[in-house]
């Protein structure tokens, strides 16, 4: 286990407490709001269906092509545009992943433009990458396409591939190759405190969470090695 100096509340403060399960009902939405608040976390992120949302104190973030990302990217940006009009303030797209894995990164690019250019430059940009499927150069060639397309945020995963979710290894690669010029969401298969403080010290600078309380549980009020 790294050392670490993360205290519960500078985690919380990087969680986007989630809710994307098919099955999710307004009433589970709203626990999830309840609990988002308790735990002093940053954002929830709901799927786009569940907006408009209350929220108060909490960032509303919503996906956007999920999880496939295999929808036009004209659909996807009439998406983002409408969740936006719903109240979103962050937007996590998902890019076309068999485009990156073939490295057809132009296509790549035009789908992250436009998103960006439906939604304005005001809302947070969040481009999911699925980097358990790429290859270490396409994660990093992605990185760089969404940098110039105007992205906030690089993320590693939808947290709904076969492939898997968020690793070290990806989240370092990543935050080598934007440099601290985009922040880095690691999302996907992080259950624990030792998850969490794994890939905070890969470099990510926001964690996708379902189970933001059992991970914040594992962390002290005051910094300290988590062991």
Request: aromatic fraction near 4%; hydrophobic fraction near 45%; charged fraction near 20%.
């Amino acid at each position: 286990m790294p050392d670490t100096t993360f205290s519960r509340s500078h985690v919380a403060s990087m969680i986007d407490h989630t809710l994307l399960k098919p099955e999710a009902s307004a009433a589970d939405v709203q626990a999830l709001v309840d609990e988002a608040r308790e735990l002093g976390v940053y954002a929830v992120c709901v799927s786009p269906s569940m907006l408009p949302l209350r929220a108060e104190g909490v960032a509303i973030a919503t996906v956007v092509g999920f999880p496939s990302g295999k929808h036009h990217s004209l659909i996807k940006g009439a998406e983002a545009r409408l969740a936006v009009e719903q109240g979103a303030r962050e937007v996590d797209m998902v890019i076309d992943v068999g485009a990156a894995a073939a490295g057809d990164y132009n296509a790549v690019l035009a789908d992250i433009l436009t998103v960006r250019e439906a939604i304005g430059f005001d809302v947070v940009l969040k481009v999911i990458i699925e980097s358990a499927v790429l290859s270490d150069e396409a994660i990093v060639e992605v990185c760089r396409v969404a940098e110039k397309a105007g992205a906030n945020f690089v993320k590693t995963s939808t947290g709904f591939h076969p492939a898997g979710g968020a690793s070290e290894h990806a989240v370092r690669i990543m935050a080598e190759t934007v440099g601290g010029r985009l922040g880095i969401k690691a999302s996907g298969g992080i259950r624990t405190a030792e998850d969490a403080a794994r890939m905070l010290e890969a470099g990510a600078t926001r964690l996708g969470l379902s189970g933001s309380r059992a991970v914040l549980d594992g962390f002290p009020d005051r910094p300290s090695r988590i062991s």
